[in-house]
Structure formats: structure tokens, C-alpha cells
């Protein structure tokens, strides 16, 4: 970061010196650009610093140990900042920004919106028990060797003995009320993150005796305040709501602010309902192409079936599945793959598992070379057995999850985003934008050799119908009055999910109601690759489309890289 501010503090010094031998406009419109880079720069760093937990997850570890400040004051505080940042982003003008500050402008306006949304609109610090519990995590601590295992561990004591002050603050934040799905999420990550504490010496090895005794003594008072906040969410439970729902006005604002999506609910009902409309047809096909005389419930019961025996059986098919796609990406030339960087696949941490599957990337800005993990969230040990087998993935649902999450989903993108010379734009991006791309990944890797088998168009299939209840869903929870249980009932019966999986889906939508950004991402994509094979004719083809969206903007926004692409500002979805 020094090395970023002497840059643009000698490129000031410069511009300044050679101002008196050129024409004024040209004057003023160097001006211009070194006070963007500078303000640009400085909105940057602040993110950081407001957010030291995201900062280490980039592998910027000098922010190391800390906690963000969740005082009152300090949020108010935040908010104020954010506010001011925005105007002032806001009011540059284009004509005195490089192509690349546009971009980055439109990145840092997109993470400030999101962070305002958080604090302003959602009211997270007082409503969100979950709000607190993410920068508590140690993954990044413990799972890759970054630095020496005392440096890591001295962090690891610094933020344990940081944690009393910043929980107890965190109950004095939340409300005497809150959405029962929240309180139940925050429960499984606070008691998650006690179990994962037990783990944290083993995993770091040996330490010098003093460090070691240090190290088991503040994880021990640390489980200690977490039991306690897990205690303090179990009397809240008692005092639970259903009152989640965000309402149509802030759920439209949400899209236009964090991902340039305006559009109005009646229209994006409609998007929602055709996907799920066209994909439901899909299903039935394929699955009249096994056996017309079955059910689709029969059929899809059948290709289920199909599916490891443990959760350690899941990760070495997933580990063979993610080297068969990467061959496949490379033998059909679909995309760049900049780098050899390699993934391994492991269990969720039991503090992550309130979804199935996660990536988890060596941060952009880690010096040394470092893995990254596919996740796979094994089932719950207290479950009843049958349901235990019932939520390992299908073989062939399983190999969609991994296009997702690999080759080439957020793994590749993830690749191609190190590549950027941006500091802003290797850091933020969009949701839309970045688990569009994912969810995209899925059916491109169908139409480049993963077709022909009927069972595996199926597992192509569930994965999309999971997104597009989602969509629907999110609309539903947070503008229609419709329930969990409803919402569940959806996941059930037109995304075929098991029982757990589906009430864990309807749940993550009551805190996450931009989970429809999986297919609305995969659908604007979708249209921006056919506005750009329009635009380039003879030109065009499929490998420079996706070296360029994912090469020219980082994770911005989609209606960013649309803009850069095509040139012009028509509609994205």
C-alpha cells in the first residue's frame, strides 16, 4: 500500500511540475485525474480499514488480529463516511477519468452502496445477529501457512483477546427481537466457531512452549465468550420473530444501488418465472429420454440414488471431477487459464455449513504460493442416518457444484481477477456479477462435452432449478408475505431438494435476499454475450467473450463490463 501512495504521490509531484508549460484545459484535466487517483485510493484504503477481517481474507495480513469497531459511535460514524465517499465519487466527472478509474470508481460506488445498504437500509449491527459472527473466523489463521505458525498464532491471540469487548458490544447492538432464521444461522456459526477453536492448535503444529501455552489459554477464554453469545442468542430465540422481510420498495433499491439493475417487480417476477418455466420443460424432457413412462419425481428419486457412500468418498469424486473439467476446458478452448494454481477439496468448517458448498481462495494479495479450498459441507452427525445419506450430493449434482465452484466457475474467475494491475479491482466485486458467472459456468461446461447423457443434463438441471427458486423465493420472503415453510415447500417440489436442504434454503433467503443474483447474473450474462457476438460479427468468438468479461473489469457489476464491451448503456437484463 505504501509502494501504491509513493506512486501517486511522485505522479502528483510530476504533474504539477509540468503544469505551467501546458494549455489550461490540459492543465485542469491532469488535476483532475491525480485528485481521482488520490481519492480513489483513499475511499480504499478506509474499506480496508473498516473491514480488517476482509482484508486478511485478500492476504493483506498487517490488518492481522483486529476487529472492526462496532461501537455506536464508530457506526454512525461509518455510515457518515460512506456517505461522504459516495458524493464524492459521485460528483467526478467521466471526461477527466482513465478508462480504468471509471471502472474503479463504478466498484468502489458499487461496495459503498452495499456497505450503506448493510447499515442504513438493513439496520445489520442491530437487527443481524449474524452481522458479528464473520469476522470472528480463524480459517484464515490456520488454513494455509502464509507466515510462520507463531506469527499466525500471535493473531490469533490478539483477535481472541479482542473478542470480549467486541460480543459484548455486539449484544448491547441487537435488538430484544429478531427473525428466528437469523438467531438460528448465528447459533450454528457462534457454536461452529467454538468446535473449530479445538482444532486451531493441531492445525497451526508445533509452537515454542510459552506461544503454545499463550495460544490454548486464550482459545479457551475465547470458547468461553462464544459459549456465553451462544447463550445470549438461545434466550433471544425465545423472543423470535418472522419480521424479515425487506418490502418492495428497499428490495428494488437493493438491486439498482448495489448491482445497476433497475427494473421494476412486475418485470422481474416475469424473468423469474419464465427461467423456472423453461428449465421445469428441460427436466421433463430429459427425463422422458430415460423413461417416458416414469414420473419426473420417479426419475429424478433414480438419478439421486447415484451418490457416495460418505463424505469422504464426495471429496475424491469432486477432486476427479474438477481435473476432468479443467482438461475439458483447455481441449475445447473455451477460456484462458492464466495460471497453474491448484485447489483442494475439504470439509466446510463447521462454523460455514449453512450451505453445501463454498470455495474458499488464497487471497489476491498473498506473497507466497497458497492452496485454496473447495468446501463440502458433510451432514450433521445428529441426523438420523437415512437423512444423512440423502444430503451428500448425487454424482452428477455433485459435478455441476464443482463447474460451479472450479473450472470454470469462481476458481478460474478468481485466477483471472489476481491477473488485474487494479488494487480496487482485485478486492470488490459484484454478487450478480460473480455467482452469475459461476451459475453460467455450469451450463457452458454441458454445451462443451458434458452433454449426451440424459441423467447428466438432470444434475445440470437441479442445480438450475435450486437458482431459480432462489429467485423466486427471495421475491417472495422479502415483497409477497410468503413464509419459510412456503418458501421450503418450493425448494421441495420444483427444486426436488431433500428436506434439509430445502428448509436451509428458505432460511439463507430471509438473511440473503440477493440469492436471486445466481440465475439474474447467469441471464444478464447470457444477453451481454449475445449483444457482444452481434457487435463483433465474424470477429466474435466464445474464448475472446469470456477472456474479455472476465479480464476486463475485474468483478464489477455486469452493466460495467456491458458498458466497457459493448460501448453503450442498453438495458442488461
Known amino acids: 500500500m505504501m509502494r501504491i501512495l509513493l506512486v501517486l504521490i511522485l505522479t502528483a509531484l510530476s504533474a504539477l511540475q509540468s503544469v505551467g508549460c501546458r494549455p489550461r484545459a490540459e492543465r485542469l484535466a491532469v488535476l483532475k485525474q491525480t485528485d481521482a487517483a488520490q481519492l480513489l485510493e483513499s475511499a480504499y484504503r478506509e474499506q480496508l480499514a473498516a473491514n480488517p477481517h476482509e482484508a486478511v481474507e485478500l492476504g493483506l495480513h498487517r490488518f492481522d488480529g483486529r476487529l472492526p469497531d462496532v461501537s455506536p459511535r464508530a457506526l454512525q460514524t461509518e455510515i457518515a463516511r460512506l456517505q461522504r465517499r459516495r458524493a464524492e465519487l459521485g460528483a467526478l466527472a467521466e471526461t477527466a477519468l482513465t478508462q480504468t478509474q471509471l471502472?474503479?470508481?463504478?466498484?468502489?460506488?458499487?461496495?459503498?452502496?452495499?456497505?450503506?445498504?448493510?447499515?442504513?437500509?438493513l439496520k445489520a449491527p442491530w437487527k443481524n445477529p449474524m452481522y458479528y459472527t464473520s469476522p470472528l473466523s480463524l480459517v484464515s489463521y490456520v488454513a494455509r501457512p502464509y507466515a510462520s505458525a507463531a506469527e499466525r498464532a500471535r493473531a490469533i491471540i490478539a483477535l481472541t483477546r479482542a473478542t470480549p469487548a467486541y460480543l459484548a458490544q455486539a449484544r448491547a447492538n441487537l435488538a430484544e427481537r429478531m427473525p428466528r432464521s437469523w438467531l438460528s444461522v448465528?447459533?450454528?456459526?457462534?457454536?461452529?466457531?467454538?468446535?473449530?477453536?479445538?482444532d486451531v492448535p493441531r492445525a497451526l503444529g508445533d509452537l515454542p512452549s510459552a506461544l503454545a501455552d499463550q495460544l490454548r489459554q486464550a482459545l479457551a477464554g475465547w470458547r468461553e465468550q462464544l459459549k456465553e453469545h451462544a447463550a445470549f442468542l438461545e434466550r433471544r430465540q425465545q423472543l423470535a420473530t418472522d419480521d424479515f422481510a425487506i418490502g418492495k420498495a428497499v428490495f428494488l433499491?437493493?438491486?439498482?444501488?448495489t448491482q445497476g439493475v433497475k427494473v421494476s417487480l412486475e418485470r422481474l417476477k416475469d424473468v423469474a418465472k419464465r427461467d423456472l418455466a423453461r428449465n421445469l420443460e428441460a427436466?421433463?424432457?430429459?427425463?422422458?429420454?430415460?423413461d417416458p413412462k416414469?414420473?419426473?419425481a420417479e426419475l429424478i428419486a433414480v438419478v439421486s440414488a447415484e451418490r457416495p457412500s460418505s463424505a469422504e468418498q464426495a471429496y475424491a469424486i469432486a477432486t476427479a471431477q474438477g481435473a476432468r473439467l479443467r482438461k475439458l476446458l483447455v481441449a475445447r478452448n473455451v477460456v484462458s487459464i492464466p495460471s497453474d494454481d491448484v485447489v483442494e477439496v475439504r470439509a466446510t468448517p463447521a462454523f460455514m455449513r449453512w450451505n453445501?458448498?463454498?470455495?474458499?481462495?488464497?487471497?489476491?494479495?498473498?506473497?507466497?504460493?497458497?492452496?485454496?479450498f473447495y468446501y463440502i459441507s458433510p451432514p450433521d452427525p445428529s441426523w438420523p442416518i437415512a437423512q444423512q445419506k440423502q444430503y451428500l450430493p448425487a454424482t452428477v449434482d455433485l459435478l455441476f457444484v464443482t463447474a460451479h465452484e472450479l473450472w470454470p466457475g469462481h476458481f478460474l474467475d478468481h485466477l483471472h481477477g489476481k491477473q488485474q494491475h487494479s488494487a480496487i479491482l482485485k478486492s470488490f466485486g459484484g454478487y450478480a456479477r460473480g455467482e452469475g458467472w459461476a451459475h453460467y459456468a455450469e451450463e457452458l461446461m454441458l454445451q462443451h462435452g458434458l452433454d449426451g447423457d440424459p441423467k447428466v443434463r438432470i444434475g445440470q438441471l437441479l442445480n438450475a432449478l435450486l437458482r431459480n427458486v432462489r429467485f423466486v423465493a427471495a421475491?417472495?420472503?422479502?415483497?409477497?408475505?410468503?413464509?419459510?415453510?412456503?418458501?421450503?415447500?418450493?425448494?421441495?417440489?420444483?427444486?426436488?431438494t431433500d428436506e434439509a436442504s430445502a428448509m436451509q434454503q428458505a432460511r439463507r433467503g430471509t438473511f440473503d435476499p440477493m440469492y436471486l443474483s445466481y440465475t439474474l447474473g447467469k441471464l444478464m450474462i447470457v444477453k451481454l454475450r449475445d449483444d457482444y457476438r452481434k457487435k463483433l460479427g465474424a470477429a466474435y468468438s466464445e474464448r475472446r467473450f469470456h477472456d474479455q468479461f472476465l479480464g476486463c473489469c475485474g468483478s464489477a457489476p455486469i452493466s460495467v463490463t456491458r458498458r466497457v464491451l459493448l460501448g453503450d448503456d442498453s438495458p442488461a437484463l
Open 103 to 121: 471502472i474503479e470508481r463504478a466498484v468502489m460506488l458499487s461496495t459503498i452502496n452495499r456497505e450503506l445498504f448493510v447499515l442504513s437500509e
Open 356 to 372: 453445501s458448498a463454498f470455495l474458499d481462495s488464497a487471497g489476491p494479495f498473498e506473497t507466497k504460493a497458497l492452496p485454496s
Open 253 to 257: 433499491r437493493m438491486l439498482a444501488e
Open 294 to 296: 416414469k414420473s419426473v
Open 283 to 290: 427436466l421433463t424432457v430429459a427425463c422422458r429420454q430415460i
Open 186 to 198: 448465528a447459533l450454528i456459526q457462534t457454536k461452529g466457531l467454538q468446535a473449530f477453536a479445538s
Open 475 to 496: 421475491i417472495g420472503l422479502h415483497t409477497e408475505g410468503m413464509t419459510v415453510e412456503q418458501a421450503a415447500e418450493l425448494f421441495r417440489t420444483k427444486a426436488f
